[in-house]
């Protein structure tokens, strides 16, 4: 092995550590930030279910809204 090769791996393992070394403090910092969270919306069963109910009843306007329409356009067909 010649001496610049083996230079070459040092810096390879100095870099792969400094990216892992790097990671880790990302995820570290990430998950002490999560300890503190301080706005938990949606979280109440109330508002969950008032969130579905809604998605429910625009569903609902949205599928009769298009019917209608369908069926206008069909009808200057007849």
Same mark, same amino acid.
């Given at each position: 092995m010649s001496?610049?090769?083996l230079f070459d791996r040092? %810096?390879?393992v100095v870099a792969t550590m400094s990216a892992a070394l +790097?990671?880790?403090a990302i995820f570290l910092l990430g998950w002490l930030r999560a300890e503190?969270?301080?706005?938990?919306r949606g979280s109440d069963s109330s508002e969950k279910a008032f969130m579905v109910i809604l998605?429910?009843?625009l569903g609902g %306007?949205?599928? %009769?809204? %298009?019917?209608a329409f369908v069926a206008?356009?069909?009808?200057? +067909?007849k």
């Open positions: 001496t610049s090769s040092g %810096a390879r +790097f990671a880790t503190h969270v301080t706005d938990d998605a429910i009843a %306007a949205v599928s %009769a809204a %298009a019917v206008s356009k069909t009808a200057l +067909f």
